[in-house]
């Protein structure tokens, strides 16, 4: 007997989103933003924009149901949310973030092709990326939740801290606390031109490998966000070591929830691709052989002398499904 083939409806949603997201491509590439950051007629966009009027049209039709402009009396405009993040000179502009993490990357998906993950660049994505929401989002949490510890402060740790933008916003929040920022030497050289861009002072960097080098002492807060070594037993004891008693572990990290479904798979066979000599990737998205699991995390925290103090669903906390599976951790040395 002929069965329905639902085979052709699977296509055609897929191939649906795909175009919208060529769409979406298109119109920032257009400068659509850049235009609607004043209301302009239909007519005054055509003037500018070199596309066919009906494609423009209806470019603009799906622009609105999106929510990323608005129409009054007639005129077209950018919405808060897109004029924030979708004009190029915005100072929250996160077009640098999308044409990395996906308008580049799209093209090597057409063909499986692999990708090689070089921590240099990967550090000027995420600054684009955290610097918008997640980045100040955590940081005023933990400048209103941790007051006194920051304020009394002498040493904090900002572990392969990348960009080190966590490590400058700590350095501005308290004036006479040292922040150092440890990372791979080849990356601390990128480190440096965040220092200089954001002017922070009392920063120091400290080129080195976490799993063969010291990683220092006596700190008072060591902060530790998305990094191979978060979840390794290893590299939590080095982190216990440094600390000093009543220390704060601030450790943002990558759990998965246990939940298997579309998106897992997707994003790990995209973890996949991203190819490292260096890293020893476990086949679920950032994790690596010999992590812990979430709950064994936390036992391990706590046999170690650790008193957890907050469990923060990061989805939750920053309101956007990209973050599942993200947690902020905070815990303190007790013995
Ligand atoms: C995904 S990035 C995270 C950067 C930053 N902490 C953030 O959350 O945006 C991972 C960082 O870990 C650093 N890293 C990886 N392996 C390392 C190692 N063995 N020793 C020191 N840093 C390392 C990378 O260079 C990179 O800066």
């Not at 119109?27 to 659509?32: P, S, T």
């Not at 660049?121 to 939740?145: D, F, Q, S």
């Not at 060591?222 to 037993?233: A, Q």
């Amino acid at each position: 007997m002929i069965k329905k083939p639902y085979i052709l409806d699977i296509f055609y949603d897929l191939y649906i989103n795909i175009k919208l997201f060529y769409i979406l491509k298109k119109a920032i590439e257009l400068k659509i933003f850049d235009i609607l950051s004043e209301p302009k007629t239909f007519d005054e966009i055509l003037i500018k924009i070199n596309l066919d009027k009906n494609i423009l049209e209806y470019i603009l039709k799906i622009l609105l149901e999106l929510k990323l402009i608005e129409k009054i009396r007639g005129k077209y405009k950018n919405t808060l949310v897109s004029d924030l993040y979708l004009r190029e000179n915005s100072e929250f502009s996160i077009i640098p973030y999308l044409e990395d993490e996906y308008f580049n990357d799209i093209e090597n998906w057409k063909d499986f092709k692999e990708k090689r993950l070089n921590f240099t660049k990967v550090i000027h994505k995420m600054a684009n990326e955290c610097k918008v929401w997640e980045l100040p989002r955590i940081m005023e949490y933990i400048r209103l939740r941790f007051k006194n510890e920051i304020k009394n402060a002498k040493k904090l740790l900002d572990l392969a801290g990348g960009h080190g933008l966590y490590a400058i916003y700590f350095s501005k929040l308290n004036k006479n606390l040292k922040c150092y920022v440890f990372d791979l030497p080849e990356v601390i050289e990128e480190t440096r031109k965040y220092i200089e861009k954001y002017k922070a002072k009392n920063i120091e960097l400290i080129k080195g490998n976490f799993w063969k080098d010291s990683i220092g002492e006596n700190y008072d807060i060591i902060f530790s966000s998305y990094h191979p070594g978060g979840k390794n037993p290893e590299i939590i004891r080095k982190v216990y070591d440094a600390l000093n008693i009543g220390g704060l572990f601030i450790n943002k990290q990558f759990f998965w929830d246990g939940e298997e479904d579309l998106e897992f798979y997707v994003n790990n066979i995209d973890w996949l691709m991203r190819k490292s000599d260096i890293l020893r990737k476990s086949p679920i998205r950032f994790t690596f052989e010999g992590d812990l699991s979430f709950n064994d995390y936390l036992d391990y925290l706590e046999n170690l002398g650790f008193e957890i103090l907050d469990i923060v669903d990061l989805k939750e906390f920053l309101e956007l499904k990209c973050y599942r599976g993200s947690k902020m951790i905070i815990s303190k040395k007790v013995e």
